[in-house]
Each structure stands twice: as structure tokens, then as C-alpha cells.
């Protein structure tokens, strides 16, 4: 089976500052991770996707994630956090050998202005 | 990228009835469309796998029966509420796999806020 952990409901950051939403993962094979972003009553928006190669994964409006399969972690982070970043982002997860994709519970990130 | 339009963005009913909500892929063929179902503040939970000419795949604990899912074309799949309860309000959205792969696994629509009164 596998599962996403998102540790944290809300994170709460001021703008220009860095921030960083964790995301921890189970799979019983080599995974394929993913974070979406979700504006209020919108469907979920693609941010980024890590498969193989490099360990940081570089994303739209400047998010990026770091694999760390020791620790099997994937946490997003963006430098300098925008006020426009507001919104519920997903962690997910897939095996590569199964179509099934699995989300973390979401985390909601408040920038503060 | 791929775009998925969802049909319609909000619906009420009245207890009882039947509501149909469509997903289509609209500049790409999706074999597999997946039909989510999200409540207030919580994840997407997934509710059925949907490929194009053969029946949905339902996860455990979906009724069948009840939601019942129709993926007639390569770009349209529809997921019908039957007599549907207040319990059934909820955001539902699909998402649809471009074949043709790229970085992104699934292009999700906006999805379709049904309440039921």
C-alpha cells in the first residue's frame, strides 16, 4: 500500500520570506511524487513531479521540492513566498508499477502580506 | 498544457433525484479518467478509475450502484449521483491522463459542487 503524510494543516509565513511544506511518503517500490496547488473551488493545479535523476525538482511560479529517499521526504519550498501563494497545496504519491495516485491531506498556506 | 472541463460547475438538487456531471479532455485523448470526491477541508479522496470502453474501476467503499460512471469516448466520461441524499453533497472532480505523457500524471477539472437538499 501507499500513503502521503502531510504533517502540517497549516503553515503560516510571511511574505518574502522562505517557506516550506513537508510531505512524507510509503511506497513499497521506487515512487513518483507530486505536488498540487488548489485555489478555492478550483480543481487541483500540476506544480511539479519527481521521477528519477536530480534530487531537486524545479516547478512552476518558482516552487521546488527535494527527494530525499532516505528520510522519504519530499518537501516543497519556494524561496520567497508571494501573497498569491495562498492557497491548498497536495503532496501525492504513486508507485511506478500502479496507475493509483494518493494524496496527502493537504496543507493550507497562509502568506501573510 | 491539457485542459479538463467539468459540466456543471455547481448543481442543486432535491433529494431523490438523479444528477449527471460530465468531464471532458478537451485538447487531448484520455484513456483513463479518474472521478475524486473532496469534502470541506479534507483530501481528494479517490472514487473510481474510469478507462474509456470497458466498466469503472471503483474503490473500496464506493457504491457502484450509486455513483455510476460512463466513459463512452475517449474524451468524455460522466459520473451520475442516483437518488441522491444531503450525505452526497460534497466537490467532486475528475482528472484525465494524457497518454502522450509529458511531466504532469493527471490534468484535473475544476470541479462540480453538488448540493443536495
Known amino acids: 500500500a501507499q500513503s502521503v503524510a502531510q504533517p502540517e494543516d497549516q503553515v503560516k509565513v510571511a511574505e518574502g520570506n522562505p517557506l516550506t511544506v513537508k510531505c512524507t511518503y510509503s511506497v513499497s517500490g521506487n515512487p513518483y511524487l507530486f505536488w498540487y496547488v488548489q485555489y478555492p473551488n478550483r480543481g487541483l493545479q500540476f506544480l511539479l513531479k519527481?521521477?528519477?535523476?536530480?534530487?531537486l525538482v524545479k516547478g512552476s511560479y518558482g516552487f521546488e521540492a527535494e527527494f530525499n529517499k532516505s528520510q522519504t521526504s519530499f518537501h516543497l519550498k519556494k524561496p520567497s513566498a508571494l501573497v498569491s501563494d495562498s492557497a491548498l497545496y497536495f503532496c501525492?504519491?504513486?508507485?511506478?508499477?500502479?496507475?493509483?495516485?494518493?494524496f496527502g491531506t493537504g496543507t493550507k498556506l497562509q502568506v501573510i502580506p | 498544457g491539457a485542459v479538463v472541463s467539468q459540466h456543471p460547475s455547481r448543481v442543486i438538487c432535491k433529494s431523490g433525484t438523479s444528477v449527471k456531471i460530465e468531464c471532458r479532455s478537451l485538447?487531448?485523448?484520455?484513456?483513463?479518467m479518474f472521478w475524486y470526491r473532496q469534502f470541506p477541508k479534507q483530501s481528494l479522496m479517490l472514487m473510481a478509475t474510469s478507462n474509456e470502453g470497458s466498466k469503472a474501476t471503483y474503490e473500496q467503499g464506493v457504491e457502484k450502484d450509486k455513483f455510476l460512471i460512463n466513459h463512452a469516448s475517449l474524451t468524455l466520461s460522466t459520473l451520475t449521483v442516483t437518488s441522491a441524499h444531503p450525505e452526497d453533497s460534497s466537490f467532486y472532480i475528475c482528472?484525465?491522463?494524457?497518454?502522450?505523457?509529458?511531466?504532469?500524471?493527471?490534468?484535473f477539472g475544476p470541479g462540480t459542487r453538488l448540493t443536495v437538499t
Open positions: 519527481y521521477i528519477t535523476g536530480d534530487n
Open positions: 501525492a504519491v504513486r508507485d511506478k508499477g500502479y496507475q493509483k495516485v494518493t
Open positions: 485538447d487531448f485523448q484520455a484513456t483513463t
Open positions: 482528472s484525465a491522463r494524457d497518454p502522450k505523457g509529458g511531466d504532469n500524471e493527471q490534468y
